[in-house]
């Protein structure tokens, strides 16, 4: 079983959108682009991550949020045509979850524009065990071969210059009804969020960009022995491990598809987790774009402490 993994699109499309859609928190988020992330995250290298996913033989694609970058619906568009036209891959075999680029403001959690648009690519094999939250009904799952993913949202609104999310009671519940079901005791979870189970170390930080909840998701996954949990959202390549009751989940993150940048562990690309029959993680590779051949080259996926 071949897993690829890419994360932080940030996707932008402004083409036909009304000036007054900008007299809220978009505002800040369209200065940010044009002072200091537009000539970072480029379009092209996302195309290339996506071609070269669609030629590296895997059998499921996870995308762990920020598809789009202020969570309009021209830019949820041209994510879809990405996904459907140049990689092509059907729903039942891409795992998609929300990042808080995704729900940018409340308009866009009001209209789920994020479950609308990707409606087909959250349809649970255990739809009975989701819970419904704001966004659509969550966690959804995917039983193949010997891994079970879990695609959960960590996305909700916030304010100005505050990126952080959060999972809820409701949806911690309904992964704990998951994690027991003997169709995923039987396999290898992987979850699927965008936000990374590891915070920063200070409570402020954490409060501004990490997961809120954290400790409380740490409590739900303590029964399991071995997993993966995938993230993005910190625009860099790591492994972590997360120490359980029973074991250890590994916790990866993808670096942004989009980004152009100096170092080599937060360059544009996407990781590719590969299992054996009875679900054990063999291999991780990073595959890392060079720009300057639009060729990918295989590394390593460095280990944080």
Do not use: C
Request: a neutral charge; zero cysteines.
């Amino acid at each position: 079983m071949r897993v690829a993994h890419f994360s932080d699109l940030h996707v932008l499309a402004l083409e036909g959108v009304s000036r007054l859609r900008f007299l809220n928190k978009r505002f800040t988020g369209l200065v940010n682009l044009r002072v200091k992330r537009e000539h970072k995250h480029r379009p092209g290298h996302v195309r290339a991550v996506v071609r070269e996913v669609a030629r590296a033989k895997v059998d499921h694609v996870v995308i762990t949020g920020d598809l789009t970058n202020l969570a309009l619906e021209q830019e949820f568009d041209a994510v879809k045509r990405l996904i459907e036209e140049e990689l092509g891959f059907g729903a039942a075999d891409v795992t998609i979850v929300p990042g808080n680029h995704d729900l940018y403001t409340r308009g866009a959690m009001r209209a789920q524009r994020f479950t609308r648009s990707f409606a087909p690519y959250l349809e649970s094999d255990l739809p009975e065990l989701a819970a419904d939250i704001a966004l659509g009904r969550f966690p959804v799952v995917k039983l193949r071969g010997p891994v079970a993913l879990i695609g959960m949202s960590s996305a909700v609104p916030r304010p100005p210059l505050v990126a952080s999310g959060e999972l809820g009671e409701r949806q911690l519940e309904a992964l704990a009804r998951i994690l027991a079901h003997d169709e995923v005791k039987r396999r290898t979870p992987i979850l699927a969020l965008h936000h990374p189970i590891h915070n920063p170390p200070s409570r402020i930080k954490t409060l501004v960009e990490g997961l809120v909840d954290a400790v409380d998701l740490g409590d739900v996954i303590s029964p399991v022995r071995t997993g993966l949990l995938l993230h993005g959202h910190l625009h860099n390549r790591m492994q972590r491990d997360f120490p359980t009751k029973a074991g250890r989940v590994l916790a990866v993150g993808a670096t942004s598809a989009s980004l152009h940048h100096d170092d080599e562990h937060r360059m544009a690309g996407f990781n590719l987790y590969e299992f054996d029959g009875a679900g054990a993680l063999q291999e991780i590779e990073a595959h890392v774009l060079d720009p300057a051949s639009d060729t990918f080259r295989i590394d390593r996926v460095p280990t944080w402490h």
